[in-house]
């Protein structure tokens, strides 16, 4: 009886190398996602590293094609490679989009943190790029980078600072963990601000916002603190780490859009926060206010109309035109609406709450400073408009 045992496993075995050689041969041999050549190497082996294809087309050109997740999908082509060659020499890189347009105007940097625009030329959605490569790699990007350890990093060091507490909130599709920053107190019935960030994984400056939206609101200056007093604070960050973590243009590991899944929760994500905040509201307290960051062309801020029926039905309009008080040479653009039924975080909220919520949109080019400034007084003005607002039922 051991026999024929013992052929089954040797037979099964056998065909399992010579399926993983037959994979690894057509891997070697295509130029399918294999971008190690002779004298250059673009390599994408680290946290949001993308590229799709690469090919060789002379000795110092070659042809890079971005290609989403799935598709249907809006052009939002993510890439992020490091362009290594051993000794100094010319590249020439022209970047395609399968069938679709670049958005993400190139940025360069010799060390993953500090950034620089690189010089480009964009004709018929052929942008292309010159390297005077040396021996020391050159990191390339669509926006500057930040990771899921970055977020990590960024909480712990808030934490360590006693500014709030940094938790596991749950799991992702692909079981990496969703973090929550929560400053709150005991008391019982407080109203909660909802900060939430990164359902769009290269929406980058949507996510250099939420750093000092979130800094001014845990922060100890006196207005803070009386918000604090009032409000409890949670601020989730990175809902979509798997979609980071492999440079996704903007769905999860499920290929799914999160900011379409809201009231529907098929995916992991979304349920997580759904269920935090129905425990929230099971033990008495209440939602007051959510802000979702991310990025599109222009600044804009998306809010629900005052009329919709919802609580304190004039704090976001009274809020950005507060904000919109505070620039001479900048517009604050409040763009109300309604979208029922589609799954987008602010409608679920204004919906399932009755309170407002908005998406927070910065735009993809926006001066890295100006992010900040804008950040840190919608921060403020929020925390004194809410401090005026009366409190949720
Ligand atoms: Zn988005």
Known sequence: MLFPYKLVTAVFYTGLSLLFFTACQSVSTSNENNCHFANVKFETDFSTGRLDRCQQLSD??????????????????????????????????????????????????????????KEYKLRSQQLKMHFAATDQPIWVAGQEIIDNQDYLEWGE????????????L??????????????????EGKEWLLVLGRQHP??????MALFPFSEVLLSNTQLAKEFRERFNIVIIPNLNPDGVEVGNWRHNANGVDLNRDWGKFKQAETRVVASYLERLIASGDKI???????????DIFYTMPSDYGLQNPQMVEHWLDELDNQYTGFKVIQQPGNNPDIGVFKQYIADKYGVHAITYEMGDNTNRRFIDNL?????????QTMLASKPVE
């Open 60 to 117: 110092t050109r070659f042809l890079l094609t971005l290609r989403p997740e799935n598709r249907p999908i809006n052009d939002s082509a993510w890439y992020a490679f490091k362009l290594v060659t051993q000794s100094p020499q010319e590249v020439e890189i022209v970047m395609e989009v399968e069938g679709g347009k670049h958005r993400y105007l190139p940025k360069v940097s010799r060390d993953g943190e500090i950034w620089s625009l």
């Open 157 to 168: 060091a808030l934490m360590a600072q006693g500014k709030a507490n940094h938790e596991q």
């Open 170 to 187: 749950g799991l992702s599709t692909e079981q990496r963990p969703i973090m929550k920053l929560e400053a709150s107190t005991d008391k």
């Open 202 to 207: 290269p929406e980058l400056t949507g996510a």
């Open 288 to 298: 007051h206010f959510a802000v979702d960051f991310h990025s599109t062309r222009k």
């Open 375 to 383: 950040a840190i007084n919608a921060a403020n003005s929020l925390m």
